[in-house]
C-alpha cells in the first residue's frame, strides 16, 4: 500500500503492544502488590473497577494487534521472506505465542466464570503472560534485525547502509 501505510500499521503494532504489555508488568508489580494492602472490600472494588476499564484496552488492543500483525506480515515483510524458511518458522511461532498471549490477556480481564482459575490466581498468570510477551518481542526483534539470506546482495547492502 506504500510507505505511510506501512509506517503507520508498524508504528500503532508496536505502540499497543508497549501500552499492553506495560499494563500487564504495571499491574503485576507495582498494583498487585500495593492493591494487597487495602482492606478486602476496598481492594474488591477497586480490582472491580480497574477490570472494567482495563478490559477494553485488552480487547481493542488485541483487535489492533491482529490487524496491524496480518497487515505487517502478509502485506510487507512476507514477500521480502519469500523462500526464508527460518524467517517463516520463527514467525510462526511468534504468531502462535502471541495467541496464548491474547487467551490470558481475555482470561485475565474478562468475566467468564470457566477462566475464573485464571483470574483467582493472577499474579502467576499475569508473571507467565510476560514472560511469554518477552519471548514475542524478542522474537520480532530477532526478525526485524536478522536480516534476510535470499535477498540480493544489492538490497542487504542498501539495507545495511539505511541502518
Known amino acids: 500500500?506504500?510507505?505511510?501505510?506501512?509506517?503507520?500499521?508498524?508504528?500503532?503494532?508496536?505502540?499497543?503492544?508497549?501500552?499492553?504489555?506495560?499494563?500487564?508488568?504495571?499491574?503485576?508489580?507495582?498494583?498487585?502488590?500495593?492493591?494487597?494492602?487495602?482492606?478486602?472490600d476496598e481492594h474488591t472494588k477497586l480490582k472491580e473497577r480497574i477490570a472494567n476499564r482495563w478490559k477494553?484496552?485488552?480487547?481493542?488492543?488485541?483487535?489492533?494487534?491482529?490487524?496491524t500483525g496480518f497487515y505487517n506480515y502478509l502485506a510487507v515483510t512476507a514477500p521480502a521472506h519469500k523462500g526464508d524458511g527460518k524467517y517463516h518458522m520463527f514467525m510462526g511461532i511468534k504468531m502462535l505465542?502471541?495467541?496464548?498471549?491474547?487467551?490470558?490477556?481475555?482470561?485475565?480481564?474478562?468475566?467468564?466464570?470457566?477462566?475464573?482459575?485464571?483470574?483467582?490466581?493472577?499474579?502467576?498468570?499475569?508473571?507467565?503472560?510476560?514472560?511469554?510477551?518477552?519471548?514475542?518481542i524478542g522474537l520480532g526483534s530477532l526478525l526485524k534485525i536478522r536480516g534476510n539470506p535470499n535477498a540480493p546482495a544489492a538490497v542487504v547492502a542498501t539495507q545495511e547502509e539505511s541502518n
Open 1 to 40: 500500500m506504500g510507505f505511510p501505510v506501512d509506517l503507520s500499521a508498524r508504528f500503532l503494532h508496536v505502540i499497543v503492544a508497549v501500552l499492553l504489555v506495560g499494563g500487564a508488568m504495571f499491574t503485576r508489580f507495582v498494583l498487585m502488590p500495593a492493591a494487597a494492602e487495602l482492606p478486602e
Open 56 to 67: 477494553r484496552f485488552v480487547m481493542l488492543g488485541i483487535l489492533v494487534l491482529l490487524v
Open 97 to 136: 505465542l502471541a495467541f496464548v498471549v491474547f487467551f490470558l490477556a481475555s482470561a485475565l480481564s474478562g468475566r467468564s466464570k470457566a477462566l475464573e482459575f485464571f483470574r483467582r490466581d493472577a499474579g502467576k498468570w499475569l508473571l507467565v503472560l510476560i514472560l511469554l510477551a518477552s519471548v514475542v
